[in-house]
């Protein structure tokens, strides 16, 4: 009788050593992290999803924070997060601030991954220039990330090594301004050194990184160099010119010879942006719309040209609905994110000339190329203040629905003459809250102004 | 005798040349009180023919000379009888003592009430007939002490809010756990079309609430430890109809059909009052008299107050809904088989436009005894479903949304007969007549079991089984819904879950003297798996064509994920002259889900009870006739919120560029991640007095869950915004009161009773922040509050003079984001239910209220409608007619603005006053059925069994101070810590419904 009470037991202890790889599962659609860059195809897709990141903040949220907070777009719908960039008076917790600042150090992670691990990938397939481009490409979307963030927020921890444990971050406390645009500008030195010379328009090449370079260097004020990158890439007229008319840039298939970096959205990776603007009838949300000022500027032929193709209008009944169209693939999804076009390049050499005396006339050509696109007469402008305005003024219209209007009147310290923000605290965005929260070393480290 | 008997067969053998049976009858008594059984299964002894007692226990049977009767009746000892005997063959039936203890249904087995030192709760199917309700889930409301079991929304098969005992959990799930004969089914929801934030489908319900014999819920530490890592929330035991030994065949066919209305419906206000208070606005905000929106429309305006129409879209959404069930069911069996069959068609009607659900169901229960040690068996059920899946709720492009937002004053139908749309929000008849929304289902939940007896006291039993669960959806939205802007767009997908599982026990049985000892040791073996499949296409040429393949650009995508469980499980219970009872359980869970370095968790308990009841002593007070005393104190675990690889250091694919693949990091890895562990304690005393006509149930329990699995937020600089940590804690504590009256036991009118109530205090003790949850962060998180708390600003009161609401101002500098505080919360203070039975002669009544008290409910509804014009393009409550106007005017709601500085219905408020937080308590008469049983004489006649008719009615009465539609509610079901949040939700029909069974 025992025995039949041991070969029960047998029975059951059988059954379960049967299986003992039950419990050591791997995943079907993800990697371990120690094998995600091994070879050259890892390595290259990493990179493409380090450009997928930059997708994720530009889709969006980082278009909006240029221009909602300023004077040509307003929220016209029932989230409080947009209300508060539109009002200026964001708080801490805004979902906004907090995402695009996530989605922006994902950027940054995804990109430091593949600088510190692509080097040493050993596949003979994989040769030392490819490598170059691979690492030039993540440099350059680390500095965009890092530019990004110090426009908006003001000096940032500055990360340039792979997360691997929760502690790889300690101790790494807020830059100063200066200290993130340097790193800015060191990431940007980089890449202009690996990438290629071509005029691929949605990867990062070394004109890209150059365009980015003359705009760094407009934010702070090195006229002189902002001049120089400017005309490095102007004088590049096979690659780069000025495509008319106006919504040429905007119109499908896109990448037209006027733009130096967009990222490219296509049907299976979709932007929906278009979705925030265009009028219910249309089947959007219509909640971005242009401001009653913007509509009444950008019609005047005097000021907008054959930029008045940025809106649209339907009718219904006897309502009719104006609306931005920058953003118009309501049907494929794949309009693209605008980062940097010819005709900024222009107005960034035209201002760093503004500001060096005796290149006042240079920059007023400047300005009248990128007048002369939108079929408007020349300005014949004298003084440098008046010629800065000038410029301003262009810029506003010229990228009224991308990411510069309010970064372009922060940098100016005109956004209280302009739009009446006295309060300059308000001039940065805060730090998210949960990350002065989940970061010990940004306590007490908030933008001030903010709780 | 045998002259009579001889004359009957021959006239018999006269009428027909094979009919050569006795038609016999008689009496089935009760030898206790001589009352009538009825119900008494006879069947002619090694034939399938049989017949049942009528309610007056008579019976009428045709059998062959010289054969034998068998009669049985659960409850009381089965007997036999020559059909030779004397007639009339009356029978009186001696009560089964041993079958009298009532058995319960525990994990892993079955045992004696009294021996039970946990605490659990059952529900039987006579508790739960007649209610038109797709799943068993929603039956228990009501029924179980600590059992909290809410609908979501009125929308048929949709989600259930069932708690037992409180929540535990922020982010793992908090449902229950369901064992279906023997089978840990899947609960998680597999439809993905979007719904705002309703959950769409109750997985429960693919199983047909009429095959269910019992429900079982086992509420403490010492009931659910032995179900380990999934037992913290509690257990769901649900017991399927089995065919009894030695029956004869029963046939059943049930039918009802119900008729469903809302008994309240949305009203708003007419044109006019909406161009007055538009009008009123503008004067408010500083505009000029002459330029009124609403002025005549010869000076440029919208025309005058008195010339707005008034369209009204609310009636266009409701409907009277339909019900329809229809089930046939054979049951029986002899000494060597046994079975169940049942087959359910049911279908229902939302009563709001255009959702239905239909299901299709069978099973089969079998059980077949091979040698005098070795039987087999199967339950399987097949089970079909269909949904017209149609959103509701937190969506602009929902249905209610559709009809109740818009401005009353504008137009449906454009001038040229399209459809008008304003805002965001879609056309309500063309969302109702275009929704296009398919969710059919496929479910398969089937056991096959072996069990042996290798000695007469020891069995090994070893089970196969298997949960299968597809969800087929296909929708397609056409271009005159938004969804379907600009050119139509479609998907379909394919959900699949599947449980694989073995099980082996090995029990052993055997009363030693006075010693009664039990053990049962096992193991099992689990895998899911799980599949998603999914497809796209935008652009269609045409409104009629409909599937992707006619699409201009089409996109798609697929994932899978396994996860493995291997468990072992014993427990042992001692029982000594049946008065001191102590047992133990214990299971050790491998989950491939955890941590590699805390890869397997422990889980034991402990239960002892006193029955003091059987001491002398007290039996000399001669007051009860059973005083228990219980104990029991354990751990249990919750794993159903870590997915299949979520402690793993992973990066992803699908992060493309280019029309590429491109990867990323997705999280970072935790080794040491495991399951949510909650300790239980909890301590009970069953009492029985008056010949146990009262039977009072108490219980106190007291449980922590800690290691609650959070996403605990990282250093968002290294990239990631967190990791799933074990780190927070929560608490319920609770009491619960079940009375059990058989209040009238003899005499004509015999009248049965169970009332309960329940309390729960829940309280979460330790987080890593406060963070919020809902739409607008209208719930808050946070150390030292109860779950689903609302955070709000407190309106004190409108200031007479200005017409502006003043708000709590906390710290005395005006109101900022500092002033939003925690003004209450979800929770009832207390709830339960009272279910009475009455009968008189062949009538029966039964009648059920629920009832839940001091809970709020956030009335998103108002939220929207009294909004003093910062909506413009959403309509107005009338409430908003009650906004202050003119200095002295006293109300609640500010005069109208749209300065966002009055925080009136703005500004730093954004709305978020607790203006529109109200008390949901309520009590209603959940069920209430009057039914009729036919007498045999009438149905013998007829060949009939059985009959019986019933009349019901489902929420025909609720008591609320709630002005929303339903105070049962719950619109973000999908979203976690959410609850009694209201938002354009199909209110809980009105129902009236008729039935019959019949039995053959």
Not at chain 2, 114 to 143: C, M, Y
Request: aromatic share 10%.
């Amino acid at each position: 009788m025992k025995s039949r009470y041991t070969t029960a037991l047998a029975a059951l202890i059988f059954t379960a050593s049967a299986c003992s790889d039950l419990l050591d599962t791997e995943p079907y659609q993800q990697l371990a992290d120690g094998t995600a860059i091994i070879d050259e195809g890892s390595a290259r897709a990493a990179l493409l999803g380090a450009y997928s990141n930059a997708q994720a903040y530009y889709s969006l949220n980082y278009p909006v924070l240029g221009y909602l907070p300023a004077d040509n777009v307003q929220f016209n719908g029932t989230l409080n997060q947009y209300l508060q960039v539109d009002q200026n008076a964001l708080t801490a917790d805004n979902v906004i601030i907090t995402d695009t600042w996530t989605q922006i150090y994902k950027t940054i992670n995804a990109a430091n991954n593949v600088i510190a691990l692509v080097p040493d990938v050993l596949d003979p397939a994989f040769t030392a220039t490819e490598k170059e481009q691979v690492t030039g490409e993540a440099y350059f979307l680390r500095a965009l990330g890092y530019f990004d963030l110090a426009r908006g927020w003001g000096g940032v921890p500055v990360v340039t090594q792979p997360t691997r444990q929760l502690t790889d971050g300690l101790g790494i406390k807020r830059s100063t301004l200066d200290q993130t645009y340097d790193q800015v500008l060191a990431d940007l030195i980089e890449a202009e050194k690996r990438l290629p010379e071509t005029a691929t328009r949605n990867r990062a090449v070394k004109n890209a990184a150059r365009a980015l370079r003359a705009r760094l260097h407009l934010y702070r004020e090195q006229w002189t160099e902002a001049e120089t990158y400017a005309s490095e890439v102007i004088g590049n007229t096979a690659a780069y010119t000025l495509v008319k008319p106006y919504k040429t840039f905007f119109t499908a298939p896109f990448l037209s010879p006027e733009s130096i970096f967009e990222l490219s959205f296509s049907t299976a990776d979709q932007n929906n942006q278009w979705n925030n603007w265009y009028p219910s009838q249309l089947g959007g949300q219509y909640t971005l719309q242009p401001t009653i000022g913007f509509i009444t500027l950008v019609n005047d032929a005097s000021r907008g040209g054959s930029r008045k193709t940025l809106i649209g209008s339907v009718t219904t009944g006897n309502a009719t609905a104006v609306y931005g169209i920058l953003y118009n693939r309501d049907a494929q999804r794949d309009d693209p994110a605008y980062i940097i076009r010819l005709a900024e390049v222009y107005l960034i050499r035209a201002e760093a000339r503004a500001h060096q005396s005796g290149k006042e006339a240079d920059a007023l050509d400047d300005l009248n190329a990128v007048r002369s696109r939108a079929d408007l007469t020349n300005l014949n402008l004298t003084a440098p203040a008046d010629i800065l305005l000038a410029i301003e003024a262009e810029r506003s219209i010229e990228f009224a629905f991308e990411a510069h209007r309010w970064f372009d009147l922060v940098r100016t310290k005109r956004a209280d003459d302009v739009l009446g923000i006295e309060d300059e605290r308000k001039w940065l965005f805060p730090i998210p809250f949960a990350e002065i929260n989940a970061d010990p070393d940004l306590a007490n480290d908030q933008n001030p102004g903010y709780l | 005798m045998q002259k009579i008997l001889l004359t009957v067969i021959l006239l018999y053998s006269g009428l027909t040349a094979y009919a050569q049976n006795v038609t016999l009858q008689g009496r089935v008594t009760s030898h206790e009180d001589n009352g009538p059984l009825p119900g008494v299964s006879i069947l002619v002894k090694g034939t399938t023919t049989g017949t049942t007692t009528d309610a007056d226990g008579r019976y009428r049977i045709d059998a062959p000379p010289g054969a034998t009767l068998v009669f049985n009746f659960i409850g009381f000892q089965s007997q036999e009888v020559s059909s030779d005997a004397t007639q009339p063959i009356n029978i009186t039936l001696r009560p089964d003592s041993r079958q009298l203890q009532e058995i319960v249904v525990v994990g892993y087995g079955e045992q004696s009430r009294k021996t039970i030192t946990g605490s659990l709760a059952s529900v039987s199917a006579e508790a739960i007939r007649n209610i038109p309700a797709p799943s068993p889930d929603q039956l228990l409301q009501g029924k179980a002490a600590g059992v909290q079991v809410t609908a979501n929304s009125g929308v048929p098969g949709g989600g259930i809010f069932i708690r037992v005992r409180g929540t535990n959990s922020v982010n793992a799930g908090n449902d229950p756990l369901y064992v279906v004969d023997g089978v840990f089914i899947n609960n998680t929801n597999l439809i993905r079309t979007g719904l705002g934030n309703q959950t769409p489908s109750n997985p429960l319900t693919d199983i047909n609430p009429s095959d269910i014999e019992s429900i079982e819920v086992l509420k403490d530490a010492n009931a659910t430890a032995i179900y380990g890592s999934r037992g913290a929330n509690g257990v769901v035991i649900i017991t399927t109809k089995r065919g009894q030994a030695n029956t004869a065949a029963r046939i059943n066919f049930n039918t009802y059909q119900g008729w469903s209305w809302a008994p309240k419906k949305f009203d708003v206000v007419n044109g006019q009052q909406l161009a007055e208070l538009e009008n009123e606005l503008f004067l408010n905000d500083g505009g000029a008299p002459a330029q009124i929106p609403y002025r005549d429309r010869a000076v440029g305006g919208a025309g005058t107050p008195q010339e707005q129409p008034t369209y009204n879209r609310i009636d266009d959404l409701f409907r009277t809904a339909r019900t329809s069930s229809y089930e046939l069911a054979a049951s029986g069996g002899n000494d060597k088989t046994r079975y169940y069959i049942g087959g359910g068609y049911f279908k229902q009607e939302s009563i709001v436009k255009p959702s239905e659900f239909e299901r299709y169901s069978l099973r089969i229960n079998l059980d077949q005894t091979i040698t005098d040690k070795l039987q087999i068996g199967t339950s399987t059920a097949l089970t079909h479903t269909w949904r017209n899946v149609s959103s509701n709720d937190n969506n602009p492009a929902g249905v209610i949304n559709s009809g109740l937002f818009p401005r009353s004053n504008l137009p449906v139908y454009n001038e040229d007969g399209t459809f008008a749309k304003y805002g965001n929000f879609d056309n309500h008849i063309a969302l109702i007549e275009n929704l296009n929304n398919d969710a059919s289902g496929n479910r398969v939940i089937s056991n096959l079991y072996g069990s042996y007896d290798i000695l007469p006291e020891l069995t090994l039993r070893s089970s196969w089984s298997i949960d299968f669960n597809d969800m087929y959806e296909n929708n397609y939205s056409n271009t005159l819904i938004l969804a379907g802007q600009p050119r139509g767009a479609a998907t379909s997908s394919l959900s699949r879950d599947v449980t694989l599982l073995n099980e082996q026990t090995l029990t052993y049985h055997k009363t030693l003297g006075q010693f009664n000892v039990q053990v049962i040791l096992g193991n099992t073996i689990q895998k899911n798996t799980i599949w998603r499949t999914q497809l796209s296409g935008l652009q269609f040429p045409s409104n009629s064509l409909e599937t992707i393949a006619s699409s201009a650009t089409q996109t798609g995508s697929s994932q899978k994920a396994e996860a493995g469980l291997l468990s072992w499980f014993g427990k042992a219970g001692l029982t000594f002259r049946d008065k001191y009872i102590v047992d133990a359980s214990f299971r050790a869970d491998g989950s491939s889900r955890f941590g590699a370095s805390n890869r397997w968790g422990y889980f034991p308990s402990v239960g002892v009870a006193w029955r003091a009841g059987e001491e002398d002593f007290v039996k000399n007070v001669d007051v009860f006739d059973e005083l228990k005393l219980r104990a029991s104190i354990g751990i249990t675990g919750n794993q159903a919120g870590i997915s299949e690889y979520a402690s793993q250091g992973l990066w992803e694919g699908g992060n493309n560029y280019l029309d590429q693949p491109g990867t990323a990091p997705l999280q970072i890895r935790n080794a040491n991640l495991s399951w949510e562990e909650t300790r239980q304690w909890n301590v009970g005393i069953d009492i029985g007095v008056l010949q146990n006509r009262l039977i009072f149930d108490l219980n106190y329990y007291d449980k922590y869950t800690s290691g609650l699995l959070l996403n605990v937020p990282v250093p968002r600089k290294l990239g990631y915004a967190s990791q799933l940590q074990n780190y927070g804690a929560v608490s319920n504590k609770g009491l619960e009161l079940t009375i059990t009256g058989n209040i009238l036991q003899s005499g004509p009118l015999k009248w049965t009773s169970s009332f309960n109530i329940s309390t729960n205090k829940n309280r979460i003790e330790k987080l890593a922040s406060s963070f919020t949850s809902g739409s607008r962060d209208i719930f808050l998180l946070k150390e030292g509050e109860p779950l689903y708390a609302f955070w709000l600003y407190k309106q004190r009161y409108v200031d007479t003079q200005t017409g502006d609401a003043v708000y709590e101002d906390l710290g005395g500098d005006g109101i900022t984001v500092a002033d939003r505080q925690i003004v209450g919360d979800a929770w009832p203070d207390f709830f339960g239910g009272f279910n009475n039975t009455l009968r008189y002669g062949n009538f029966d009544l039964t009648a059920s209220l629920y009832f839940e008290q001091g809970a709020k409910i956030m009335n998103m509804n108002r939220f929207f409608l009294v909004h003093g014009g910062t909506q413009r393009n959403i309509g107005y409550y009338p409430e908003q007619l009650e906004r202050w106007q003119k200095p002295g005017d006293v109300t609640d709601i500010p005069r109208l603005t749209r300065v966002s500085s009055s925080n009136n219905y703005g500004g730093t408020v954004q709305n978020l006053s607790t203006r529109y937080l109200e008390d949901g308590s309520f009590i209603r008469l959940r069920t209430v059925t009057l039914g009729y049983t036919l007498p045999a004489t009438l149905l013998s006649r007829y060949r009939l069994a059985s009959l019986r008719v019933y009349v019901s009615g489902t929420n025909l009465w609720t008591a609320t101070p709630y002005s929303g539609l339903d105070p049962e509610v719950n619109s973000q079901s999908g979203v976690a810590n959410t609850k009694n949040f209201d938002w354009a939700t199909v209110p809980q029909p009105r129902t009236i419904q008729a039935g019959l069974t019949l039995g053959f």
